[in-house]
């Protein structure tokens, strides 16, 4: 059954800590992002990775890390650095074609975290 | 401005009737445009894919791009409530070199039994 999961579904976090959010896809995709949604925001880009052992900045990467060490896996440390970290995280990943770049996303079904 | 714009809702409809849905954006180099559909507490799922201007229709769901007027949309036909969801547009310059999606805020969509 191919598809992109998360871990967990939801993650309770005392402030101060670091907190690591695992997404894993069988989809054989490149391409892997993670979203952040709010209420009322729409979706932000935090991080995302075309390729394996590289990836790039989002729109708010600020207070949050990124490893690419397999193609199917794309975890996320929200650090204590991260001001206002209680929201909704999701992961997602696209194909590449050849000659076509990276198609669209497909979603995980997301983690919420809350800071208590 | 935002680059995306959408109208948040909340939207209510009767069971059967057609839903309009709808995004307005200013980025005149989009030329991707998608739909998800996203149930609460839950990831977005793709509804609707498409390219540069024109209709794309699947079962009840159509959707309609008008690149000159820098609007897009998408149709529900007898819409049933589990169509009750909110729905998010998003949209790409290329396909090749810059791959960021950008995303409307999401309508909530009630249908009534």
């Known amino acids: 059954d191919g598809g992109i999961t998360q871990s967990p579904k939801y993650l309770f976090r005392k402030e101060g800590q670091n907190v690591t959010l695992s997404c894993e896809q069988n989809?054989?995709?490149?391409?892997m992002y993670w979203y952040r949604q709010d209420p009322g925001q729409g979706l932000r880009l935090i991080y995302y990775?075309?390729?394996?052992?590289?990836?790039q900045k989002g729109d708010i990467a600020e207070g949050y890390s990124v490893s690419r060490e397999k193609k199917e896996s794309f975890p996320l440390t929200v650090t204590s650095a991260q001001k206002n970290p209680t929201a909704f995280y999701l992961c997602?990943?696209?194909?590449?074609?050849?000659?076509?770049?990276?198609?669209?996303?497909?979603f995980g079904p997301g983690t919420r975290l809350t800071v208590l | 401005q935002k680059e995306v714009e959408q109208d948040p809702g909340p939207l209510s409809v009767p069971e059967g009737a057609i839903v309009s849905l709808n995004c307005t954006y200013s980025?005149?180099?989009?030329?991707?445009f998608m739909w998800y559909r996203q149930y609460s507490r839950k990831g977005p799922e793709l509804l609707m894919y498409?390219?540069?201007?024109g209709n794309k229709e699947d079962g009840r769901f159509t959707a309609q791009v008008d690149k000159s007027s820098k609007y897009i949309s998408l149709f529900i036909r007898d819409s049933q409530p589990s169509d009750s969801a909110t729905y998010l547009c998003?949209?790409?310059?290329?396909?090749?070199?810059?791959?960021?999606?950008?995303f409307g805020t999401g309508t909530r969509l009630t249908i009534i039994p």
């Open positions: 997602a990943s696209s194909p590449r074609r050849p000659g076509w770049g990276t198609d669209t996303q497909y």
């Open positions: 989809l054989n995709h490149d391409a």
């Open positions: 990775s075309q390729i394996v052992n590289d990836f």
């Open positions: 980025n005149s180099a989009f030329q991707y």
């Open positions: 498409t390219y540069s201007s």
């Open positions: 998003a949209m790409m310059q290329s396909n090749f070199g810059n791959e960021k999606l950008t």
